[in-house]
């Protein structure tokens, strides 16, 4: 049986984002200057100081989620809010290509959505002052709940991942579960369980492959991340969440590590007896079709999935979500652990020409209206807690639910050299892509990346960043 909407908002809200996700510096930069260009008096109602007839870029990362609900909800609410304003929207699904020459040339956006794959290097915009503080959006008023701060109507988390060097720069928009997804509909008509073991996996693998559908693929082209997460998040399970806190912090021997070995070991094995390389040369919609005519069985991905796909998914196809398998009977975290944590990120330009507006621009993303008209566009919950009371949820939705409620405090963290050094997580891709295509061993891929992690944490330029949980 579905959990019903209080218990999805319980599980979706509160128990695993409890726990606190610090980060602080270990070294000092330049911080970005706080946002005061063209600032208007500060009031009850105008606590950002935000300049009623000045302009604001948005740029919104039109990928699984789209840009509609910019357009439609946020949008439209500042446009309500500062009628005098003209705002400049700009979707794109390349976000780096698009912004660097931007950003170098100082003609900066007020409002950005740093997602996909083209994502934009946070530590290199912070060290150029380019991310403005959010402390001030944190402290505000909160639209959904006046008599709350911002910061205290959000789930747990949200704030801790904010920060960088101490200060809060980026606003993680949505609360993410990243895992295997399948069809429920198939695995009932097959009468198939979903694996628990190494074991299982493989014994249905057989089973798949003589129905003809690939026990598991990921787009080689375009997301090879997805795999890489999967390492990182079975690399975890093995050693539990400390696998992933020193791989964040540059610990030496964090990639040689043996829970590291086996995850990736186990998975190149995967995709050797049951994978097909043609997937390399795909990108994500390309699989994720292929996956929707039930040639794949297992998809690594994260909750915007159903989304993304919403106009090509059939009738027979029901999304849901299922852990990783345990690789072996010692893993440190049980079958049930699971991803869940934040994501979609968003900050404010510190040299744009209206940050106030951009601030703002975030405070009624965060409102009653922002973030439950996301849900009910995009099928993705926010950080925002209690505003989606009475919205149907979808079957990925309630399937996520029911796994993040299974996990309870068994959750797996985040891995943050994604954002803190991305250039470690885009040498990863690429090793990732050749262990899996049986170009590289294990043991080389882990070698590979000792060596690359080794040469950023004795690069004196590059400011380092530390988590203990």
């Known amino acids: 049986m579905s959990p019903n909407r209080r218990d999805v908002l319980r599980g979706l809200g509160l128990a695993a984002l409890a726990t606190p996700l610090a980060a602080c510096a270990t070294a000092s930069r330049t911080a970005a200057p706080a946002p005061t260009a063209t600032a208007a008096a500060t009031s009850a109602a105008n606590p950002l100081g935000v300049q009623a007839a000045g302009p604001l870029e948005v740029v919104i990362f039109s990928g699984g989620n789209g840009d509609r609900y910019a357009v439609d909800l946020h949008e439209a609410a500042y446009s309500k809010a500062y009628p005098k304003a003209k705002i400049k929207h700009v979707a794109t699904q390349k976000v780096g290509t698009q912004l660097r020459p931007r950003f170098i040339a100082g003609d900066v956006p007020d409002v950005i959505n740093n997602s996909g794959p083209e994502a934009l290097d946070l530590q290199a915009l912070v060290q150029e002052g380019h991310l403005a503080d959010l402390t001030p959006l944190f402290e505000a008023p909160s639209l959904a709940f006046p008599d709350k701060k911002v910061k205290d109507t959000l789930v747990g988390g949200v704030y801790e991942n904010s920060l960088i060097d101490g200060v809060p720069r980026v606003l993680q928009y949505t609360v993410a579960h990243r895992a295997l997804w399948y069809n429920a509909k198939l695995f009932e008509a097959k ?196 505003v989606v009371d009475g919205l149907q949820l979808t079957s990925a939705v309630n399937s996520a639910a029911k796994a993040q409620e299974a996990a309870g405090r068994n959750t797996i963290t985040d891995a943050r050299f994604e954002t803190w050094y991305k250039e470690l997580f885009d040498y990863a891709q690429t090793q990732t892509n050749s262990v899996m295509a049986g170009r590289s061993t294990a043991e080389q891929f882990c070698a590979n990346m000792q060596k690359k992690a080794d040469e950023l944490k004795n690069d004196s330029a590059i400011t380092k960043q530390t988590r203990s949980v």
């Open 191 to 386: 009468g198939w369980q979903v694996p628990k073991t190494w074991a299982e996996f493989n014994a249905l693998g057989e089973e798949a492959k003589k129905a003809g559908i690939a026990l598991f693929a990921y787009p080689g082209q375009v997301g090879p991340f997805y795999q890489l997460w999967n390492l990182v998040y079975s690399a975890a399970k093995i050693g539990g969440n400390k696998v992933i806190i020193d791989i964040d912090n540059l610990a030496d021997g964090a990639w040689t590590a043996e829970p590291v070995r086996q995850a990736v070991a186990a998975w190149a094995q995967i995709q050797k007896d049951f994978g097909d390389k043609a997937y390399f040369g795909l990108d994500h919609t390309q699989t994720q079709i292929k996956h929707l005519q039930d040639k794949v069985l297992f998809y690594p991905c994260g909750s915007w999935l159903e989304n993304e796909m919403a106009k090509d998914r059939p009738d027979s196809f029901e999304y849901a979500i299922a852990p990783v398998p345990s690789i072996g009977a010692a893993d440190a975290m049980p079958y049930e652990a699971i991803f869940v944590g934040v994501s979609e990120a968003f900050f404010v330009g510190a040299k744009g020409k209206n940050p106030q507006g951009g601030l703002e621009y975030l405070r009624l993303m965060l409102s009653r209206e922002g973030a439950r008209g996301y849900t009910e566009l995009t099928k993705n919950l926010t950080v925002v807690n209690g």
